[in-house]
């Protein structure tokens, strides 16, 4: 096995690599792809935020394009810690058990799906979308899944930002308890 492995983006292959646990191993490939959707995605947002706004000066905006760095981190960070820190436990040559390793995986799963369960909670009820009003799907008719969404809906938009929180904590939780 490698000693190291130089940044960010060394930890995944690195991770991958020294992890005993298929779950992991999945959590790696999966978070990897995520994670650079996600920054694809904050990266064009910035863009077409500069390119709306190169025109005009002022200080405000300065502070919104700095606001889409800060939010793409917070999404970010929660998502490849889950590899980063077990990278480091390996690299450092401290024991990563199959079960930490399994636990760091099913909680970064479970952070991922929270960002979307967070879109979803801040969907308005109604939104234009090209010059037409849209009314969001109804949770009806949703399965068994229409109690989560019902209560995703229920969630004033403002707070939307609640549920990936509770994931990055599920993430932050599970680490403390299981290491």
Not at 3 to 32: C, D, H, M, N, Q
Not at 36 to 64: D, E, P
Not at 144 to 165: K, M
């Amino acid at each position: 096995m490698t000693t190291g492995y130089e940044g960010i983006l060394g930890a995944f292959p690195y991770a991958f690599r020294a992890s005993t646990s298929r779950l992991f191993k999945l959590y790696v490939l999966v978070s990897g792809v995520a994670t650079t959707l996600i920054a694809l995605f904050i990266v064009s947002a910035l863009v077409v935020l500069i390119g709306r706004t190169a025109s005009i000066q002022g200080g405000s905006l300065t502070l919104s394009r700095a606001f889409y760095v800060v939010l793409g981190l917070l999404i970010i960070l929660p998502a490849v810690a889950p590899t980063l820190a077990i990278a480091r436990r390996h690299r450092r040559g401290l024991t990563a058990s199959r079960r930490l390793e399994a636990a760091v995986a099913v909680a970064g799963f479970i952070f991922l799906l929270s960002l979307y369960l967070g879109v979803v909670a801040s969907m308005p009820a109604t939104f234009s979308l090209d010059g037409e009003t849209v009314t969001r799907p109804p949770a009806s008719g949703t399965g068994e899944f229409e109690p989560l969404i019902a209560g995703l809906y229920a969630i004033p938009s403002g707070f939307s930002w609640i549920v990936p929180l509770v994931g990055a904590g599920c993430v932050a939780g599970t680490y403390w308890l299981f290491r």
